[in-house]
């Protein structure tokens, strides 16, 4: 059952050393292989709002928003110890700087309509 108020979510696309970004957006999923991100992954619900961010590099003061999405369905299959979490993405045309915030890890969130970056994130 998806929330009344949609929660916002951040997430990262390295998946073992690898950048799966595109592989995330072009396929319609997400999920967040770390252990320590699990607990905040059983949080997502559908008609969730997500958008995955790119670190810039070592230092820098501000992440770039690849794509932005809806969550359509939260699925936890038997062969995986993950969520997998599908998502309608929006490719951004190009990437949307934002002030770092301290987005380093695997997920961040959840964060309300309300809340500044947000809009800054999300506005279309």
Do not use: C
């Not at 619900?45 to 939260?74: F, L, N, S, T, W």
């Not at 969520?83 to 490719?91: A, C, L, N, S, T």
Request: charged share 25%; glycine share 10%; no cysteine.
């Amino acid at each position: 059952m998806a929330n009344q108020e949609p929660q916002y979510w951040v997430v990262g696309a390295n998946t073992q050393g690898q950048d799966m970004i595109e592989y995330f957006v072009n396929h319609g999923f997400w999920f967040g292989d770390k252990p320590e991100a699990q607990d905040t992954i059983e949080k997502i619900a559908p008609g969730d709002r997500m958008a995955i961010k790119r670190m810039i590099g070592r230092g820098a003061k501000e992440v770039a928003i690849h794509a932005i999405g809806v969550v359509e369905e939260v699925e936890r299959h038997k062969a995986l110890p993950i969520k997998m979490i599908y998502v309608r993405w929006i490719h951004l045309p190009e990437d949307r700087k934002v002030p770092f915030g301290g987005f380093g890890g695997t997920i961040h969130g959840p964060y309300s309509k309300a809340e500044s970056k947000v809009q800054e994130i999300f506005m279309l």
